[in-house]
C-alpha cells in the first residue's frame, strides 16, 4: 500500500513562498511518477506539476511556470513543490499524487493520493 503525506501548507501573504513536501513510503519511491494537484473552493482539481522517476523530465500548468518548481529526493522518498510570488488565486488544497507509469500532464490519472494540505495566500 502506498502512503503519501503532504506537509508545509500555510497562511502566507501575496508575493511569499512556501515549500510543500510529500513523504512516500510502502513502495520504490523511484519507479513512480509524481505529480502535485490542487483545488480551490468551489472548483474542479487542477494538474500544477509533474515530475518522472528520475526527475529528469518535468511538467508544470502554465499558471504556475516560472514561479512554481516541482523537486525530488529519491533517497528520502519525498517530492516537493516550491511556491514563489504565490498569489491568491493559487489558494487552494494542494495533493501529493503518484503513479507507476510515465510521467504525464494529468489531473486525475494517479494510482494513489495524499490527503491534502491547506495553502491560503492573503491578498
Known amino acids: 500500500q502506498v502512503q503519501l503525506v503532504e506537509s508545509g501548507g500555510g497562511l502566507v501573504q501575496a508575493g511569499g513562498s512556501l515549500r510543500l513536501s510529500c513523504a512516500a513510503s510502502?513502495?520504490?519511491?523511484?519507479?513512480?511518477?509524481m505529480g502535485w494537484i490542487r483545488q480551490a473552493p468551489g472548483k474542479e482539481r487542477e494538474f500544477v506539476a509533474a515530475i518522472s522517476g528520475s526527475g529528469g523530465t518535468r511538467y508544470y500548468a502554465d499558471s504556475v511556470k516560472g514561479r512554481f518548481t516541482i523537486s525530488r529526493d529519491n533517497a528520502k522518498n519525498t517530492v516537493y513543490l516550491q511556491m514563489n510570488s504565490l498569489k491568491p488565486e493559487d489558494t487552494a488544497v494542494y495533493y501529493c499524487?503518484?503513479?507507476?507509469?510515465?510521467?504525464?500532464?494529468?489531473?486525475?490519472?494517479?494510482?494513489?493520493w495524499g490527503q491534502g494540505t491547506q495553502v491560503t495566500v492573503s491578498s
Open positions: 499524487a503518484a503513479r507507476l507509469t510515465v510521467v504525464i500532464i494529468t489531473t486525475y490519472r494517479w494510482d494513489y
Open positions: 510502502g513502495h520504490t519511491f523511484s519507479n513512480y511518477a
